[in-house]
């Protein structure tokens, strides 16, 4: 399983950009790179998926380098509401054909006001 | 509401018993997971299923048995051979089993908190 690296914390002040990152550098060429974020006490949400190309969509921006070992996760105006533990995800592929995702323990974003 | 709905929120359980988690989805998934995470922890996989009368083994099985006699519905036994059963649960679908780079989306319920006393 290709294995994720994200720094443990990150501080933000809202209305900023939030950037954060994600090292993948195992990731294999056909594996997707999921980003989902966790409230405390809550279920993950989803908040954006790529392979190659960057993407964008109502929640968030995700780049992806061109040699796929690494990308960041854009919040493009942070609120306080974004205070999260962010999981950055790399699929995973059982011997027997079903998938399901491996969590980390994330990066523990918090907005500043 | 299409979603993911488990219960009971809380739930407490006595040494030696077992206990069932419910995991009720209305998104017509074929896919359902279970995953366990403890405080500052990431999520660790119990079982999952691709379809009904089907399921694998997780990471960590060990002391926990699933069901799935419908499609909409993936319970988690927690048995007395959990030897550490404290901690948070949650219940995931996606649309279906799929080849690898597939790319299909995996979303989670709100959680059910267990706990031994």
């Known amino acids: 399983d290709a294995k994720t690296t994200q720094p443990t914390s990150m501080d933000c002040a809202e209305g900023r950009a939030a950037n954060l990152p994600c090292n993948h550098s195992t990731i294999s060429g056909n594996e997707y790179v999921y980003w989902y974020r966790q409230i405390h006490s809550q279920g993950p949400q989803y908040i954006i998926h790529g392979l190659k190309n960057n993407e964008t969509n109502e929640m968030a921006s995700l780049i992806i380098t061109e040699d796929r070992k690494s990308s960041t996760l854009i919040l493009p105006h942070a609120t306080l509401r974004d205070t999260a533990v962010y999981y950055c995800?790399?699929?995973?592929?059982?011997?027997?054909?079903?998938?399901?995702?491996?969590f980390g323990k994330g990066t523990h974003l918090i907005i500043q006001p | 509401d299409g979603g993911i709905t488990q219960s009971p929120k809380y739930l407490f359980r006595k040494e030696g018993q077992n206990v069932t988690l419910s995991c009720e989805q209305n998104?017509?998934?074929?896919?359902m997971y279970w995953y366990r995470q403890d405080p500052g922890q990431g999520l660790r996989l119990i079982y999952y299923?691709?379809?009904?009368?089907?399921?694998q083994k997780g990471d960590i099985a060990e002391g926990y048995s699933v069901s799935r006699e419908k499609k909409e519905s993936f319970p988690l036994t927690v048995t007395s051979a959990q030897k550490n059963p404290t901690a948070f649960y949650l219940c995931a679908s996606s649309i279906g089993a799929h080849r690898r780079g597939s790319g299909n989306t995996i979303y989670f319920g709100e959680g059910s908190w267990l706990t031994v006393v």
């Open positions: 998104l017509n998934h074929d896919a």
């Open positions: 995800i790399v699929r995973f592929y059982s011997g027997g054909g079903a998938d399901g995702l491996t």
């Open positions: 299923s691709q379809i009904v009368n089907d399921f």
